[in-house]
């Protein structure tokens, strides 16, 4: 077994970096880390400048960055904050406040990707359960894990299925019947995993706060409605590569008299896009060397053939909460040959995401975002509710990816 020691390491290094967040006394995060790995095999000589920038997927990045200025059109035409303040003015009860707030935010997510929803919603959903005499907690646990299951239902609701979709050329309308199902089971298992915790823990008392937040404009609403429809109709009809469509409807948002350039780029999220950027050559530099492929063989030997359907789901759900899920779905595309392969990579990947505050940035950011504002939630009070929810749809999930081989339609 031929060991490029350098490789080797550094790999090792990068994602220890990715389980950790970061190294102890270093202010480097997981996107600094894989740019660093990058930097430092170029300078060791283990990749060429040329090597670097064809490990790159341009279609999947391109996809991801047209996609987030659609998503910042909606964002800064107040969209978020409109439909978030309508929600929780609703006249009803805070238990079907809660399952309007895990269909709503799973159904956004599934278009406009689920960080930028999580992202926007936090605040004002505080804000407003705050005004109700609400306890804040259950509805932005709701908020984080139906945002996790909603953005699994097709090819744009995150960074991580758009990878899957784009390297494996699926078909958007092909794998939107393929998850549906689990992802809808999902959001409703959300709801009552959440609603069986807090029973008789609705209301509290809080000073009421207010949170800025765009002004909701229907013209730039409508605008960005628009080019949505068309792009998912594209998406499902047309056979222009979707990273071009996203593009395009990119460029159309970008030349407009009101919308300035500058805060519609400051919403992109550039550090997602290095440290994409980086992985991509972290991950050539391993599969070039030949050691990814000497350690697939070596575990087909010990019975464990990552390339089945049963194998990828089970080590993509671990994986993804070892070292979140991009990485994971990085790693684990080579094996990624059976005709089900993207559906179990993507769903499993997501979904995953719920059980641990780490095992998602959307977890992260709906944590972080409260915390500012005051509302601390534990580790211990996100996994006791994140454990079961990933638990029961991954188990709904397994069985109907099994059941997907008996349907040739779907299969």
Not at 3 to 18: K, N, R
Not at 33 to 60: H, K, N, Y
Not at 130 to 150: E, F, H, Q, T
Not at 302 to 308: N, P
Request: proline letters at 5%.
């Amino acid at each position: 077994m031929v060991v490029d020691l350098t490789i080797l390491l550094l790999f090792i290094a990068v994602y220890s970096g990715m389980i950790l967040g970061g190294y102890p006394g270093m202010a480097l995060d997981r996107t600094g880390i894989a740019l660093l790995g990058a930097i430092l095999l170029l300078v060791l000589g283990r990749v060429t400048l040329e090597e670097a920038w064809l490990s790159q997927d341009v279609p999947t990045l391109c996809l991801l960055f047209g996609l987030m200025v659609v998503s910042a059109q909606f964002r800064l035409g107040g969209l978020y904050a409109y439909i978030t303040r309508k929600l929780v003015t609703l006249p009803v009860g805070p238990v079907i406040l809660l399952l309007a707030f895990s269909f709503i935010s799973g159904g956004l997510s599934a278009l406009l990707a689920n960080d930028i929803v999580c992202l926007a919603m936090t605040p004002i959903l505080i804000e407003g359960t705050v005004k109700r005499k609400l306890n804040p907690v259950p509805y932005l646990l709701v908020l984080a894990c139906s945002a996790n299951i909603g953005s699994a239902a097709t090819l744009i609701g995150n960074p991580q299925n758009m990878l899957i979709g784009q390297t494996l050329e699926l078909s958007f309308g092909v794998y939107f019947l393929q998850a549906i199902l689990p992802a809808s089971i999902g959001l409703v298992l959300a709801w009552a995993v959440i609603c069986f915790q807090y029973q008789g823990k609705w209301y509290m008392e809080y000073p009421v706060l207010e949170v800025e937040s765009p002004e909701f404009n229907l013209w730039q609403t409508a605008k960005g409605m628009m080019v949505l429809l068309v792009l998912v109709i594209g998406f499902l009809f047309s056979d222009i590569p979707r990273e071009i469509m996203a593009l395009a409807a990119a460029g159309f948002l970008l030349t407009s008299r009101r919308m300035g350039t500058r805060p519609m780029l400051a919403l992109v999220d550039w550090h997602l896009l290095v440290l994409f950027g980086g992985l991509f050559v972290v991950n050539h530099a391993l599969e070039a060397s030949g050691m990814l492929e000497q350690a697939m063989s070596f575990m087909n030997q010990q019975g464990v053939d990552v390339s089945k359907p049963g194998w990828l789901f089970i080590i993509t759900a671990v994986l993804s909460n070892m070292v979140s899920n991009v990485p994971a779905v990085m790693l684990l595309l080579p094996m990624a040959t059976d005709t089900l392969a993207g559906p179990v990579l993507a769903l499993s990947s997501t979904l995953a995401g719920n059980l641990i505050i780490v095992g998602s940035i959307a977890n992260i950011i709906v944590i972080d975002q409260a915390a500012r504002l005051g509302f601390r939630i534990s580790w211990w009070q996100h996994a006791r509710t994140g454990i079961p929810i990933t638990i029961l749809t991954l188990l709904v999930t397994a069985i109907w990816l099994y059941t997907l081989q008996f349907i040739p339609q779907l299969h």
